[in-house]
T-cell receptor, first 109, second 113 residues
Framework: GIQVEQSPPDLILQEGANSTLRCNFS?????LQWFHQNPWGQLINLFYIPSGTKQNGRLSATTVATERYSLLYISSSQTTDSGVYFCAVLSSNTGKLIFGQGTTLQVKP | EAEVAQSPRYKITEKSQAVAFWCDPI?????LYWYRQILGQGPELLVQ????????DSQLPKDRFSAERLKGVDSTLKIQPAELGDSAMYLC???????????FGNGTRLTVT
């Protein structure tokens, strides 16, 4: 089946710093979504981004489907950005939404 | 903003007991998912419904797990009997259609003792 790899696995930032999270996938996909899981376990949908670039405040995402990767940019990070960031891809072959293992982000004040 | 409702929020049960989780998706969402998330890992799909029909339950341990969505609205996931390895977060999600953005509930954290 399709493989989804996220990097880095862990990231520690000082408040105000910028960061880039990466999601690589091994096969063609119909869509890609980025989620943030807060320390209480709630998963929030950040972006639905099968291709191109989207921005929402300090966050933006870019997916290059032909090269099988997506990037999530966080600018001017805040302590509330802490948590785990997951990308999930909808496999074109199986129709299943497959999650990566996540990037754990800690933003220090 | 509409939310996916799940209950209970936490559940502690002894092994060999039965346990059930409930999910009410966002109104109008035809697709409903149950995911299991083990600490430190990404969510893993257990079962996917389109309206009242199961479209994927290939990862559901059918000897002990069952799921239903009788009227195509709310859904119940049951485990009987529970095993120690079932301790995890059980997440329900819904989407307008299978290719639409996913929205998750708060999850049920299950501890089996």
């Amino acid at each position: 089946g399709i493989q989804v790899e996220q990097s880095p696995p862990d990231l520690i930032l000082q408040e105000g710093a910028n960061s880039t999270l990466r999601c690589n996938f091994s096969d063609s996909v119909n869509n890609l979504q980025w989620f943030h899981q807060n320390p209480w376990g709630q998963l929030i949908n950040l972006f639905y981004i099968p291709s191109g670039t989207k921005q929402n405040g300090r966050l933006s995402a870019t997916t290059v489907a032909t090269e099988r990767y997506s990037l999530l940019y966080i600018s001017s990070s805040q302590t509330t950005d802490s948590g785990v960031y997951f990308c999930a891809v909808l496999s074109s072959n199986t129709g299943k939404l497959i999650f990566g293992q996540g990037t754990t982000l800690q933003v220090k004040p | 903003e509409a939310e996916v409702a799940q209950s209970p929020r936490y559940k502690i049960t002894e092994k060999s007991q039965a346990v059930a989780f409930w999910c009410d998706p966002i109104s109008g969402h035809a697709t409903l998912y149950w995911y299991r998330q083990i600490l430190g890992q990404g969510p893993e799909l257990l079962v996917q419904f389109q309206d009242e029909s199961v479209v994927d339950d290939s990862q559901l341990p059918k000897d002990r797990f069952s799921a239903e969505r009788l009227k195509g609205v709310d859904s119940t996931l049951k485990i009987q009997p529970a095993e120690l390895g079932d301790s995890a977060m059980y997440l329900c999600a819904s989407s307008f259609a299978a290719y639409s953005p996913l929205h998750f509930g708060n999850g049920t954290r299950l501890t089996v003792t």
